[in-house]
């Protein structure tokens, strides 16, 4: 494999180690918001680019491809771990969701032999979480909330396929997953 059609699994392994950089955030609080905000930015815009570079080059999915929504998953966590760590977000309903939702989604991966279902389930339980460090943001510091704002609205309008296909992979995994096997 050439160098170059590595670098779309750099792009996703890069995102393992934005989930570490924020959690090594936790310790300066919530003053470290702004940065959290930044590397999760970073990271959805490596996940854009990744998929587009790997369809371009025709890159076979390697090992880490294979696993970018897992990554992806990482990161959130690894975002809503420095929420309720930090006290942004209630330790009590935090920790009840986190514990929850994870519990639910690793059951559903362990009983469904179906991808779909494990990702529209987990993408269910993650979703309040992609946008809660920046609706958080607004109120502590919300030129990291605009920012989000805009970055999510110029990914929108350069890349409307993707989000539509974002949405279509949750909607099919959600009727996957309501379906009796």
Do not use: C, N
């Not at 076979?60 to 809503?80: C, K, N, R, T």
């Not at 502590?140 to 350069?158: E, H, N, R, S």
């Amino acid at each position: 494999m050439t160098r170059r059609k590595r670098i779309p699994d750099w792009l996703t392994a890069s995102r393992v180690l934005i989930a570490l950089a924020i959690l090594a955030l936790i310790p300066a609080g919530p003053q470290a918001l702004r940065a959290v905000a930044w590397l999760l930015l970073v990271g959805w815009t490596t996940d854009i680019v990744d998929g587009r570079l790997a369809r371009r080059w025709e890159k076979e999915p390697s090992w880490i491809g294979e696993h970018d929504f897992q990554i992806d998953m990482l990161m959130v966590l690894a975002s809503a771990v420095y929420l309720v760590a930090t006290g942004l977000v209630p330790r009590g309903v935090g920790i009840v969701y986190l514990a929850a939702g994870l519990l639910v989604a690793l059951a559903v991966h362990s009983r469904s032999a179906q991808f779909l279902r494990f990702k529209a389930v987990t993408m269910l339980i993650a979703f309040p979480w992609v946008f809660l460090p920046f609706v958080v943001a607004y109120f502590y510091d919300p030129l990291a909330a605009y920012v989000g704002l805009a970055w999510t609205a110029g990914a929108l309008l350069v890349d409307r396929r993707r989000f539509f296909g974002v949405v279509g992979d949750f909607l099919s995994g959600a009727r996957a997953f309501l379906r009796r096997p």
